[in-house]
T-cell receptor, first 110, second 114 residues
Framework: SQELEQSPQSLIVQEGKNLTINCTSS?????LYWYKQKYGEGLIFLMM?????EEKSHEKITAKLDEKKQQSSLHITASQPSHAGIYLC??????????FGKGTHLIIQP | GAGVSQSPSNKVTEKGKDVELRCDPI?????LYWYRQSLGQGLEFLIY????????KSGLPSDRFSAERTGGSVSTLTIQRTQQEDSAVYLC????????????FGQGTRLTVV
């Protein structure tokens, strides 16, 4: 089974609307990373969460870590076309290398 | 350059041929990772180099896959006798402090085996 489950798999949102992407772990989270991927641009690091209850923001993107629920949520406020892309959560679950979810494909409709 | 550089950006090869993918990490980064991203499969860890230590090869899917890192800098991922299931985007990342640090990713090499 997938160690990091992301939901939804894809999301179509009208420009200006808010949205939330979730990342749920099958194991205790000691660190959770959010990345954004655009074709031809590789992965762009957004933020890292390390403590339960921690919340960080990057422009209009906010992420929270709920240690008890073993879950992180990424929230985008007033979505813009520039937010479109694939959002990936990653966690340090093994000795080396990050484990990633399958990603959430976000499409912003004008 | 300032970021992780991968080449080629796209590679189409015939089944059975060998391919080499190159990664230039950020200067000074001691940790280097290779990942594979297949359609619908998410990111799959392949191999990890940390300084001069023996690499962690636990993620390599078969013995057709190998990687080396020369002089603690440039890395080459080699796939021998390519198969169609090897088609994927191969991503390289580097980080300054190792496994829990913020890893910077390259743009990837899109490999298509026909």
């Amino acid at each position: 089974s997938q160690e990091l489950e992301q939901s939804p798999q894809s999301l179509i949102v009208q420009e200006g609307k808010n949205l939330t992407i979730n990342c749920t772990s099958s194991k205790t989270l000691y660190g959770l990373y959010w990345y954004k991927q655009k074709y031809g641009e590789g992965l762009i690091f957004l933020m890292m969460l390390q403590k339960g209850g921690e919340e960080k923001s990057h422009e209009k993107i906010t992420a929270k870590l709920d240690e008890k629920k073993q879950q992180s949520s990424l929230h985008i406020t007033a979505s813009q076309p520039s937010h479109a892309g694939i959002y990936l959560c990653g966690a340090d679950m093994h000795a080396d290398g990050l484990t990633f979810g399958k990603g959430t494909h976000l499409i912003i409709q004008p | 350059g300032a970021g992780v550089s991968q080449s080629p950006s796209n590679k189409v090869t015939e089944k059975g041929k060998d391919v080499e993918l190159r990664c230039d990490p950020i200067s000074g980064h001691t940790a280097l990772y290779w990942y594979r991203q297949s359609l619908g499969q998410g990111l799959e860890f392949l191999i990890y180099f940390q300084g001069n230590s023996a690499p962690d090869k636990s993620g390599l899917p078969s013995d057709r896959f190998s990687a080396e890192r020369t002089g603690g800098s440039v890395s080459t991922l080699t796939i021998q006798r390519t198969q169609q299931e090897d088609s994927a985007v191969y991503l390289c990342a580097s980080s300054l402090f190792g496994r829990v640090a913020e890893a910077f990713f390259g743009q990837g090499t899109r490999l298509t085996v026909v």
